[in-house]
Structure formats: structure tokens, C-alpha cells
């Protein structure tokens, strides 16, 4: 079974858009590149040509990659998952045991994550603590700098 994306319904449309960008505007620009590149000639020693098929090659990659995860995403509604559980798309406040100043974060999809915007990956070590728990419990997060005990203040979609 191939492996599935979840994402939030935000996520998949700016993937959707990033893909019409991809497909329309920058995957153009690099043929055109490669145009201007081969009428200078020698290709041997033409490292605006090498430069030119190096970025296609990494935008048909990502392509491939944005189609990929597009087609088996996994658009998560968080308001079908109980109000107080802790799933993808929702923010969750907690706060670590023994500090006074609680920390939130949107739990979203792996390509949506934004930590310094407060938008941690379903896959990061924190998320993957709390998703299935509910407001007041107490939950160990395993980071590789060490364990700690958080409690959940508050869930919402």
C-alpha cells in the first residue's frame, strides 16, 4: 500500500497551487533557459547549460514529488475528530511540568510544517507525543535532547 500524505485541507491547496506553478511558470522559464544556453554553442564547456538542465531536473523532481503527495493525500478534517483530542489540524496549548509559560503549535501535515511560524510536522517528535490525547492529560515527549512532561491546556480545530 503506498504511503499516504495527511495534510490539512490549507496544506493540499497550496500544494495544488505550488504544482500549477511548477507546471506553468517555472518548468517554461527552464526550457527557455536551456534554449538560450544551446545557441551559445560548445555544450562541453557551457555552464549556463549546466546550471539550466541542473534546475529542471530538480523541478521535475519536485513535480513528481507534489504529484506524488497530491495524489494520495490524506486531507484530515479536524472537526470530525472529537474537540478536545489532539489531531492533525488542530492547535494544541500545553505546558511543560515545572514552567509557567505554555507553548502552542498547529499540528499539520510533514510539507506544511513551519516550526517558527508554530506549525509542527505530524511526524516531529512533539506531534507524534500528542496526537490521540485529549485536554488535561499529561504527556512524555522523547526528544533527542531528552524527555520532558508536558500537560494539555487546550485543543482546537
Keep these: 500500500m503506498p504511503k499516504t500524505y495527511p495534510m490539512t485541507a490549507e496544506g493540499k491547496e497550496k500544494l495544488e497551487a505550488e504544482l500549477k506553478n511548477l ?3 517555472k ?5 527557455e533557459r536551456i534554449k538560450v544556453a544551446r545557441s551559445y554553442g560548445d555544450l562541453s564547456e557551457n555552464s549556463e547549460y ?3 538542465k541542473d534546475e529542471q531536473s530538480a523541478v521535475e523532481q519536485r513535480i513528481a514529488q507534489v504529484e506524488q503527495m497530491l495524489k494520495y493525500a490524506d486531507v484530515v478534517d479536524a472537526d470530525s475528530v472529537d474537540p478536545n483530542e489532539v489531531s ?3 492547535t494544541v496549548t500545553y505546558t511543560e511540568v515545572g514552567e509557567d509559560d505554555p507553548e502552542t503549535y498547529t ?6 510544517s513551519d516550526p517558527l511560524n508554530g ?5 516531529s517528535p512533539i506531534a507524534q ?4 490525547k485529549h485536554k488535561g ?15 494539555i491546556n487546550e485543543v482546537k480545530a
Design 23 to 25: 507546471k506553468l511558470v
Design 27 to 31: 518548468r517554461p522559464e527552464v526550457i
Design 50 to 52: 549546466d546550471a539550466a
Design 88 to 90: 492533525v489540524g488542530k
Design 107 to 112: 499540528i499539520v501535515g510533514s510539507d506544511e
Design 119 to 123: 506549525k509542527i510536522s505530524n511526524d
Design 129 to 132: 507525543a500528542l496526537l490521540g
Design 137 to 151: 492529560d499529561t504527556v512524555t515527549i522523547a526528544t533527542p535532547g531528552g524527555s520532558f512532561d508536558v500537560v
